[in-house]
């Protein structure tokens, strides 16, 4: 009876890898006992059937499971070496960005912004002079009078020097208001200000003798704030200058 009820469990659960195989062999095992021992042969033939069938079922599930197993760990072997490939397509792809980033061209405004008072961008007029102790002394707007002077210096005053040979004179009106309370004597300006050709080179106040109507810096009051002040002032220069900036305290001034 025990070897007919494990066959019949073993039949049914044949297909279950390992709870069919030990019912097959429980069944087995009992139906060859009974049948050594002489008992109901019929109930002992039908487990002993029972199992076998149930038995050689397990075995084929067994050995299927073996080799599903096997063939899944080889897939998986197999395909494992495509794993850096795509990793090194991954990588690679970066790499373009940096490519089309560097060929777009930058927008104009993260230029920085040209230096003001050289050569080459000089600071605009007015231009405010400082001190050399520091605060503001005079406010000043300068124009070029007469850029080939040479025969007008000689006719203003028959005592002014002749500009040596190569060279020739250039007259520059200044116009100046005081801004520092102490007040500020307009010939400051002969002495500060030099006339600047485009290369940088620099040329000094010149002391002459002007004509009517035209008084030299040194002829003007303190300016106090406010109060305003126009004289000229000459200047000797290569005669092939034909441009001029002004220069005062390392900054170039624009005419």
Do not use: H, W
């Amino acid at each position: 009876m025990a070897a007919l009820v494990l066959g019949i469990l073993a039949f049914l659960t044949g297909l279950v890898k390992v709870l069919g195989l030990l019912l097959a062999i429980a069944a087995v095992a009992l139906g060859i006992a009974a049948l050594v021992k002489k008992q109901q042969k019929g109930l002992a033939v039908v487990g002993l059937a029972l199992g076998s069938v149930a038995l050689l079922t397990g075995i084929i599930v067994a050995g299927a499971g073996a080799d599903d197993s096997n063939s899944s760990s080889t897939a998986a072997s197999e395909t494992e070496p495509a794993e850096p490939a795509e990793e090194a397509s991954v990588e690679a792809e970066p790499s373009e960005a940096p490519v089309s980033e560097a060929s777009e061209p930058e927008p104009a405004e993260s230029e920085a912004p040209a230096e003001t008072g050289t050569v080459e961008n000089p600071v605009p007029q007015p231009y405010v002079a400082k001190g050399l102790l520091g605060g503001e002394k005079y406010s000043l707007t300068a124009r070029i009078v007469d850029a080939n002077a040479n025969a007008a210096v000689e006719q203003y005053n028959m005592f002014n020097s002749e500009a040596p040979a190569g060279f020739k004179y250039v007259v520059a009106e200044l116009a100046m208001t005081g801004i520092d309370p102490d007040g500020v004597e307009p010939s400051l300006a002969s002495y500060d200000l030099s006339l600047a050709t485009p290369e940088g080179n620099r040329y000094d106040t010149e002391y002459i003798v002007f004509g009517d109507g035209m008084p030299s810096m040194s002829d003007g009051p303190t300016l106090y704030p406010g109060s305003a002040f126009t004289g000229y002032t000459a200047y000797i220069v290569p005669e092939s200058a034909q441009s001029f900036v002004l220069y005062d305290n390392g900054n170039y001034i624009s005419f």
